[in-house]
């Protein structure tokens, strides 16, 4: 009987403990601290604002947060007479960039997937994700490099690549490109 009563205690203790292990691997994505998972913005427009409840507020994985209106600024990409509208989201990279516009850029395509346009300074990258996973219209910073990304294709996740925001509209301008352009992008009015 002793030995029955054990037995069950232990297995119950085993489902509870990998109940937890499980609530937490979720909560939590490995390397990040609570202050990166609260602070670090968007990655992935289609996932919805955090969810209030109460007075607790549930804050999703860092590659799942919704940035705010409040903390996007709008920029500009102009290429020749075309207007294509960017939002930039609150991240230290993409403020940095905001900060040094106008800036005049010559793109170039990239493997059939992206066209990118190189700096000559480099942006701050240490509060940000190691990796990103772009869909079309994502504009990004690939660190290594230094450069500008326009993703006109979806792609993998690569190592190194930052989100700094999305082409709101104007994606058609970046298809039409077939050679190396040059754009001025700035701050919308």
């Known amino acids: ?14 489902f509870g403990f990998a109940a937890c ?31 209030t409840t109460g007075s607790q507020t549930e804050t999703p994985a860092a ?11 709008k920029a500009v990409l102009i290429v020749g007479e075309q207007k ?26 990239f493997n059939g997937i992206e066209k990118i346009a190189y700096l000559d300074d480099a942006l701050p990258t240490e509060e940000e994700e190691d990796a990103y996973t772009p869909s079309t219209g994502d504009f990004c910073l690939y660190a290594p490099w230094g450069n500008l990304s326009i993703f006109y ?21 970046i298809r039409m490109q077939s050679d190396s352009f040059v754009a001025t992008l700035e701050r919308a009015d």
């Open 21 to 51: 292990a499980d609530r937490r691997r979720i909560s939590f994505e490995p390397g990040q601290s609570d202050l990166q998972e609260q602070n670090t913005m968007p990655q992935n427009s289609e996932i919805s604002q955090q969810q």
């Open 153 to 173: 294709q979806d792609f993998r996740q690569s190592s190194g690549l930052i989100s700094l925001g999305h082409i709101d509209s104007g994606m058609d301008v």
């Open 1 to 14: 009987m002793k030995k029955c009563f054990v037995f069950i205690v232990s297995v119950v203790l085993c």
């Open 63 to 73: 590659s799942d947060v919704e940035t705010s209106t409040a903390a996007e600024q």
């Open 84 to 109: 294509m509208e960017i939002t930039l989201y609150n991240t230290p990279a993409a403020n940095a960039l905001y900060e040094r516009l106008p800036l005049t850029l010559t793109f170039e395509d």
